[in-house]
Nanobody, 126 residues
Framework: QVQLVESGGGLVQPGGSLRLSCAASGRTASAYFMGWFRQAPGKEREFVAAINCISESTYYATSVKGRFTISRDNAKNTVYLQMNSLKPEDMAVYYC???????????????????WGQGTQVTVSS
């Protein structure tokens, strides 16, 4: 089992920045992918970013590439999502997710992930 707890959400003006954190506990040593997804009201959950915990390769949705950065601190069992140049369309509940088994395709589908956090709200508004 892996437990995930997100933090760092809040209200930010357009153009501002936030850093989300995802603290993992439990069987974190077996994590293969860690990902961030988001869900806006009335919309499906969508992929934001992911990191391969073995190769450290990173993946980004086209809509956030160049603005968001995923990273992790193994010592703290924490994954981060640095979000810069935030736009109103980035407003959503952001979820951290973990997949423990190997996967050779793109880690962009929510169904690939076994463990999920409770989510943290990001509001972008002036």
């Amino acid at each position: 089992q892996v437990q995930l707890v997100e933090s760092g959400g809040g209200l930010v003006q357009p153009g501002g920045s936030l850093r989300l954190s995802c603290a993992a506990s439990g069987r974190t040593a077996s994590a293969y992918f860690m990902g961030w997804f988001r869900q806006a009201p009335g919309k499906e959950r969508e992929f934001v970013a992911a990191i391969n915990c073995i190769s450290e390769s990173t993946y980004y949705a086209t809509s956030v590439k160049g603005r968001f950065t995923i990273s992790r601190d193994n010592a703290k069992n924490t994954v981060y999502l640095q979000m810069n140049s935030l736009k109103p369309e980035d407003m959503a509940v952001y979820y951290c997710a973990a997949r423990n088994s190997a996967y050779t395709g793109l880690p962009i589908i929510p169904g690939l992930y076994t463990y999920w956090g409770q989510g943290t709200q990001v509001t972008v508004s002036s």
